[in-house]
């Protein structure tokens, strides 16, 4: 027996489910990247708003590329499970807000028409950072963004919207990027001037992209985490996923045409994002990375096994708490200290099997907002991070071994850079000025010394 809005009525009672009637409920939200990750999080504040009496924000999921999702949820009218686990325990939830799941190519005339929809205020995207097709240096890659992502089908809908005189909307990126809204608002401009620039005013006029901060650990759901449930089910739910208790938005509120009451749900509405969204990315992104690299690199599977290794739980505590804490601009409501220790206990959750392989993928994305910003900041208060640069080399050894594209984009291009240059000079190849990921961030030769000493270890 699968779940479905048929069977929906015979799960165990004590799985929580939404109260509202689902069918009376109209769309408003278009969502790129349907993974487990926004069906933990924006879906389940989504659910919940809708549980409060708050109406019309169903949930339109889009996947660009596999349609794997689509034989997930729409057999299961897009019913799914959201199962939060703790060392204490587990608790299941069902959760209604998402509709269906279109697949870009097959479905593409229906995503069409719903994104050309007055009903559709909000589109929002966990793309991955590698989504938002950007160059090294951060402008838009047109020839990627040509390639299946979401800029066409975005620019076809908002002239169809302007021609028939329907209001404009709002593009949410919850994605791990810096300033993600703003990045979205420029790379959409930069698409639209490109390709057509007729469309700027209105864009400017009528649509709003606010940056939001997004949290909470979500590892990719596997066969055994699925039968597990079936088990206490008594049906299969294809589309469950499984997450820690905590869970935390921080979300500008700048929107185009109204948004669900998702205040009244735990997500904080804020005029600015940026001293949470930093916070964030620098020390818990950042501590993330580190644990993959250097986890791996010690023969780790797991992030809360890498965390129980002394030796990298020193480095990760150091990273987080003097290196990359004194760079965020804590507003009145942040307490860094707290944060951190919150962190390191969410990090120890034996009952999350959150994956390192799974944070290791696409570092050369990631690296910027989690390492590099936090190493210009402090470069320029004269201070070095002896523990973001312990990172860096592991990266840097991460990838000479990892040969597939698919764990990076720029995978190709570092081998290349490896190969051509070597422990000696690989650091300033990659971080340097003209490097391929040079940045805000110049390395001082103190730096370099540090990476090639590193790097040139047996
Ligand atoms: C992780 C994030 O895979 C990764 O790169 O660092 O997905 C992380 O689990 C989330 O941002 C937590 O909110």
């Known amino acids: 027996m699968r779940l479905s809005p048929d069977t929906a009525g015979r799960l165990p009672s004590d799985i929580s489910r939404f109260s509202y009637e689902r069918d009376h409920q109209q769309g408003g939200i278009v969502h790129f990247g349907i ?57 299941t939830r069902l959760m209604g807000a998402v509709r269906e799941v ?53 620019a076809e809908a908002m002239d169809v919207r302007r021609e028939s005189g329907v209001q404009g909307f709002t593009l949410l990126s919850c994605d791990n990027l810096a ?9 959409m ?16 006029a009528e649509c709003r992209c606010p940056s939001s901060m997004v949290d909470r650990i979500v590892p990719a759901t596997t066969a055994e985490d699925r039968s597990a449930l079936a088990a206490q089910l008594g049906m299969d739910d294809e589309a469950a996923v499984f997450t820690e208790a905590f869970t935390q938005w921080v979300i500008e509120d700048d929107f185009a045409a109204g ?15 940026e001293p949470y969204e930093t916070a964030k990315l620098r020390m818990l992104n950042g501590s993330h990375s580190a644990l993959a690299y250097l986890g791996l690199e010690r023969g780790h599977v797991f992030v809360h096994q890498a965390i129980a290794d002394a030796e990298v739980r020193t ?26 220790s919150s962190l390191m206990e969410r990090f120890a959750n034996p009952a999350l099997n959150h994956r390192l392989e799974q944070i290791a993928m696409d570092g050369s994305q990631k690296i910027p907002q989690r390492w590099l910003d936090t190493l210009a900041e402090q470069a ?14 592991a990266w840097l050894r ?6 597939r594209s698919a764990d990076d984009p720029l995978v190709p291009e570092l081998r290349r850079l490896w190969q051509q240059y070597g422990s000696r000079d690989i650091a300033q190849r990659v971080f340097g000025s003209g490097g391929l990921l040079a940045s805000a961030w110049q390395p001082s030769q103190e730096d370099l010394a540090f990476l090639m000493t590193d790097l040139s270890r047996p």
Not at 260 to 273: H, N, T, Y
Not at 318 to 338: F, H, I, K, Y
Not at 381 to 393: H, K, M, N, Q, V
Not at 398 to 403: K, L, P
């Open 259 to 273: 948004r669900p009451a998702w205040d009244r749900v735990g997500a904080q509405l804020v005029a600015d994002v």
């Open 315 to 340: 480095l990760v505590e150091r990273l987080m708490r003097e290196e990359a804490a004194p760079t965020v601009s804590a507003g009145p409501e942040q307490d860094l200290e707290r944060y951190a």
């Open 189 to 204: 401009s930069e698409y639209l001037t490109a390709r057509a620039k007729h469309l700027l005013p209105w864009f400017e």
């Open 380 to 393: 320029r208060r004269g201070r070095s991070c002896p523990a973001i640069l312990t990172a860096l080399a």
């Open 35 to 91: 993974g487990a990750f926004h069906r933990a999080h924006q879906a389940w504040y989504t659910d919940l708003a809708m549980d409060t009496g708050d109406k019309d924000w169903a949930i339109t999921g889009v996947s660009l590329r596999s349609p794997s999702v689509a034989a997930q949820m729409n057999p299961q009218q897009g019913l799914f499970t959201v199962t939060e686990r703790s060392a204490k325990g587990s608790r």
């Open 102 to 154: 279109l697949v870009a190519g097959t479905g593409s005339a229906a995503l069409s028409s719903l994104l050309a929809a007055g009903e559709t205020r909000i589109v929002s995207f966990t793309v991955t950072e590698k989504g938002y097709c950007r160059a090294p240096n951060g402008s838009l890659d047109l020839d990627l963004a040509a390639q299946g992502s979401f800029y066409p089908v975005l």
């Open 179 to 187: 300033q993600n809204g703003q990045q979205l608002h420029r790379l």
């Open 398 to 403: 991460h990838v000479r071994q990892h040969q």
